[in-house]
């Protein structure tokens, strides 16, 4: 969910889709009450050319100061991985929708909740953040953390950044899956790219007291004050009952997936935009492990998008942590193999099919470190992880500062970090690994203007 992604990081957590059309949502065409999978072909041109412009998804952006994103960001964009049949993200989704489809239906006995999962990833800074409420000046907005195409389009952060243009065509009810786009650190657990599921529900004042005895005179919202409990607009009985109801959903879900007997605990949090909020974990072979973020929606967020007379809960999960744990796979890069022995590991009949993924053959890790004097206050190390990613690509296995040295008369600071090459699928060389060592040190001292101590 929008509120808790700059948080949550991996696993917490547009106006086109190449759909037929059916409901009209600010722009979107897409499907009402089934799912929208019909994928951006991979093989379509993404790049950015020597011109002053990136092309991406048969569109053009005009390149400004706040362009950052890589030619190997933009080549996974369209990879759709989720909706690439037998994959194990697409086997997530697939059993989350399933899940949902069956167990919550509307008073005609159809789905209540739509699925979403063909939106475009290129979405406006409007959508991101300012629809969002979240602040101008707020540490999630920093170019160091997000890709931006230019000042007004980014490759989404969160699938929140769908969440007013779909209230605001009228849903109540509707989960939002797609790819998402994160600058971060670089290890088994972390990735430029990885797959969100965003879940919305509205609750009418009929819907959420109908079920209360004697509830006929409890209300949606009053006139109080904000607290971490609570926000000013809304009446505690109300808060309460969509903690309870949100709550039960999500418990619900998750010993669907992961079975019986699977204890969940939930950790109350405070963040700037929902009241209350909390993070859910599960234990999962004796290791507690977070799993997902909710709360209650922020009423003005609620209200901009047409639904004033409702109060709803959101939530937003990480597909591919739910798939590490429950398929056991011990690299985020896996996912992004081509590799039939990784693959056919997760074809079979049914979509609930007991799968242990048996690793490819381990082959070693090359170590080699690199240290440099920083240029000044402007360096970030997200600048520089993502600097190593683009040269060295899913060789990258994990990037780790070693070592930081301010010199005591300089003042100059000095990084050290060690880089962990490892091929997922066959033998790297040591030549092979020093070409790309090379060509890192040489690119952060044209690129980052950092001073080599090679």
Not at 54 to 66: I, N, R, T
Not at 152 to 163: G, Y
Not at 364 to 393: A, K
């Amino acid at each position: 969910m929008a509120m808790l992604w700059k948080f949550m990081r991996v696993a917490k957590y547009s106006k086109t889709t190449a759909l037929s059309s059916k409901v009209k949502v600010k722009g979107i065409s897409t499907h009402s009450r089934h799912s929208s999978s019909k994928s951006v072909p991979s093989d379509f041109g993404a790049s950015v050319p020597c011109s002053n412009t990136v092309e991406l998804l048969g569109k053009s952006y005009p390149q400004d100061d706040y362009t950052n994103v890589t030619e190997k960001i933009l080549s996974k964009v369209g990879k759709n991985l989720h909706n690439r049949k037998h994959h194990p993200l697409w086997l997530i989704k697939e059993q989350v929708k399933e899940h949902f489809y069956k167990h919550y239906l509307g008073r005609r006995g159809t789905p209540l909740f739509s699925v979403y999962d063909g939106l475009s990833p290129v979405v406006t800074v409007q959508q991101n953040f300012d629809s969002l409420l979240i602040p101008q000046n707020h540490a999630s907005r920093r170019k160091e953390d997000n890709y931006y195409l230019n000042r007004d389009h980014m490759l989404r952060a969160h699938t929140s950044a769908h969440q007013w243009d779909l209230i605001h065509s009228g849903l109540d009810a509707f989960l939002a899956v797609g790819d998402v786009y994160r600058r971060d650190t670089i290890d088994s657990t972390h990735y430029p790219v990885f797959h969100q599921m965003e879940g919305v529900r509205l609750f009418s004042c009929h819907e959420l007291f109908s079920s209360i005895k004697d509830g006929e005179g409890l209300q949606l919202f009053e006139q109080g004050h904000r607290t971490a409990h609570k926000q000013e607009c809304h009446t505690m009985e109300a808060v309460k009952l969509v903690e309870f109801n949100l709550k039960q959903v999500l418990t619900k879900l998750m010993t669907h997936i992961f079975g019986d007997g699977l204890q969940v605990r939930w950790v109350d949090c405070y963040f700037p935009f929902t009241h209350p909020s909390f993070e859910m974990e599960i234990n999962f072979q004796g290791e507690w492990m977070e799993v997902l973020g909710c709360g209650v929606m922020e009423q003005q967020l609620v209200n901009s998008a047409g639904a004033q007379d409702k109060i709803g809960w959101a939530f937003g999960l990480g597909l591919e942590r739910l798939a590490m744990i429950l398929y056991d796979i011990p690299d985020i890069r896996l996912f992004w193999s081509e590799d039939e022995r990784f693959l056919k590991q997760f074809i079979g009949p049914h979509i609930w099919q007991k799968v242990k993924f048996q690793p490819l053959s381990r082959y070693p890790p090359l170590i080699n470190d690199i240290s440099f004097w920083l240029p000044s206050e402007t360096y970030s190390q997200n600048d520089f992880y993502d600097l190593v990613r683009t040269i060295g690509g899913d060789l990258i296995e994990k990037v780790v500062l070693l070592d930081e040295f301010s010199h005591p008369k300089t003042k100059k600071v000095s990084h050290c970090y060690r880089i962990i090459y490892r091929h997922p699928e066959r033998t790297l060389t040591q030549d092979e690994v020093h070409r790309i060592h090379q060509a890192i040190e040489e690119s952060a001292v044209r690129e980052l203007g950092v001073e080599g101590r090679f």
